[in-house]
């Protein structure tokens, strides 16, 4: 049986005796845990542990903590996502975590339908979000959840591989050089416009297709993401 994994943001020199939130321990209680039983915990920058189930009611979960810490270092390619918003932006998030990215970045573009910002309680809510998915898929690193103009990421960006989308190149995703890390942006419904694609070229971003086809933009990531760990995924250094 599959054990139950609870994202907490514990510390490397987490006592034994834990009792978790009632955020976390109402995910428990939906599943509905038994005392006794096996959970684990991770704290989303790669360290996670086993504990046991102690004490249990309606609000909160008591553990023990009965293996030690054990900790994971990042994959490569660590990779950094920009996709512009979108209503469907929580799809987003929940199927980039399960791909293993390091941070997604809610974007502003001269094509979204809005032009402020995301606010912090819709940053927390893919927060919360990412961890779920994080909780699911096995990994144990949650994502830096952010909301920016273009141009900020752009000025940002810090990857020797930085790449944008545009089904128009003739960069396809295929002949990528291969690089620890990777800067990728991904335009609003219709695309990035001619303006912003010249803004990323002279900040030294490539262009890059996936083929022929054409994605809505809450589809373009996963497709993108498969795409690159397909390529690259734990390739050796």
């Given at each position: 049986m599959r054990i139950p994994r609870i994202f907490y943001p514990f510390e490397?020199?987490?006592?034994?005796?834990?009792?978790?939130?009632?955020?976390?321990?109402?995910?428990?209680?939906?599943?509905?845990?038994?005392?006794?039983?096996?959970?684990?915990?991770?704290?989303?920058?790669?360290d996670s542990f086993k504990a046991k189930v102690l004490e249990k009611n309606k609000k909160n979960i008591s553990l023990e903590k009965i293996s030690e810490i054990?900790?994971?270092?990042?994959?490569?390619?660590?990779?950094?996502?920009?996709?512009?918003?979108?209503k469907s932006f929580d799809k987003v998030v929940r199927e980039?975590?399960?791909?293993?990215?390091?941070?997604?970045?809610s974007l502003m573009t001269k094509r979204t339908k809005s032009s402020n910002l995301a606010g912090e309680k819709k940053i927390q809510r893919w927060k919360v979000i990412a961890s779920n998915s994080c909780e699911q898929c096995g990994l144990n690193w949650v994502p830096d959840i952010k909301s920016s103009s273009l141009e900020d990421w752009i000025s940002s960006s810090k990857s020797k591989n930085k790449i944008f989308l545009d089904p128009k190149s003739h960069n396809k995703i295929q002949k990528l050089d291969f690089l620890p890390s990777i800067d990728l942006a991904v335009g609003p419904e219709g695309g990035f416009t001619e303006d912003e694609k010249d803004l990323f070229k002279k900040n030294n971003f490539k262009s890059i297709s996936c083929g022929n086809l054409i994605f809505k933009t809450e589809t373009m990531p996963i497709v993108v993401l498969s795409m690159i760990q397909a390529l690259y995924g734990e390739k050796k250094l």
């Open positions: 490397l020199e987490e006592k034994n005796s834990i009792k978790l939130d009632i955020s976390s321990s109402h995910h428990l209680n939906v599943i509905n845990v038994k005392l006794e039983q096996e959970v684990e915990l991770f704290n989303g920058v790669g054990k900790s994971k270092k990042k994959q490569i390619p660590s990779i950094n996502i920009a996709v512009a918003e979108i980039s975590c399960q791909l293993g990215v390091n941070s997604i970045n």
